[in-house]
T-cell receptor, first 115, second 114 residues
Framework: AQTVTQSQPEMSVQEAETVTLSCTYDTSESNYYLFWYKQPPSRQMILVIRQEAYKQQNATENRFSVNFQKAAKSFSLKISDSQLGDTAMYFCAFMLERSQGNLIFGKGTKLSVKP | DVKVTQSSRYLVKRTGEKVFLECVQDMDHENMFWYRQDPGLGLRLIYFSYDVKMKEKGDIPEGYSVSREKKERFSLILESASTNQTSMYLC?????????????FGPGTRLTVT
């Protein structure tokens, strides 16, 4: 069975600084996708960034980037130039390519950006 | 923009009541999902559906059932609500084997069972 672990229940960062959220996963399969989702307070969950396991290049979306280490089964999210609007719960998620699109989520990291 | 809507943001029900949570998506997505979100536990999959009238159990289906009579609508049913079903319920949809595999989420229904 696949599992996703987020070891940091809560984190805080000063505005404009950089923060890294950790995620590790466990699978014996080779073909999968990884995601980071963001859930702002009282707002809908949205996709931040995704990574295909077959791609060696780390995904980047503006201030958000990942460090994907396939051998180590690690998928961390780096947020640069943190903004107050980045305050949210962040969930790491895993999906097997052969699945029906089912996501397996970590327990989440609550990020607070302080002014 | 993809829109996933849920029938209620907040719901209060009594123990033993039958509860219906409705979810509607407007992007013709094949897949639809129901999750339960609890603090410290993340999101756990209750049921999902990859086609009309099709359903598959997720990780925690006990005490729940689902219905998908139309492609755009996926209902979660609590046959006899219990206090341990007090939680946030999230619906999501995604295209079947679509390029992005992105799941689009609704705003959630916070259910309290008293």
């Amino acid at each position: 069975a696949q599992t996703v672990t987020q070891s940091q229940p809560e984190m805080s960062v000063q505005e404009a600084e950089t923060v890294t959220l950790s995620c590790t996963y466990d699978t014996s399969e080779s073909n999968y996708y990884l995601f980071w989702y963001k859930q702002p307070p009282s707002r809908q969950m949205i996709l931040v960034i995704r990574q295909e396991a077959y791609k060696q290049q780390n995904a980047t979306e503006n201030r958000f980037s990942v460090n994907f280490q396939k051998a180590a089964k690690s998928f961390s999210l780096k947020i640069s130039d943190s903004q107050l609007g980045d305050t949210a719960m962040y969930f790491c998620a895993f999906m097997l390519e052969r699945s029906q699109g089912n996501l397996i989520f970590g327990k989440g990291t609550k990020l607070s950006v302080k002014p | 923009d993809v829109k996933v809507t849920q029938s209620s943001r907040y719901l209060v029900k009594r123990t033993g009541e039958k509860v219906f949570l409705e979810c509607v998506q407007d992007m013709d997505h094949e897949n639809m999902f129901w999750y339960r979100q609890d603090p410290g536990l993340g999101l756990r999959l209750i049921y999902f559906s990859y086609d009309v009238k099709m359903k598959e159990k997720g990780d925690i289906p006990e005490g729940y059932s689902v219905s998908r009579e139309k492609k755009e609508r996926f209902s979660l049913i609590l046959e006899s609500a219990s206090t341990n079903q007090t939680s946030m319920y999230l619906c999501a949809s995604s295209p079947y084997r679509g390029f992005s595999y992105e799941q689009y989420f609704g705003p959630g229904t916070r259910l309290t069972v008293t």
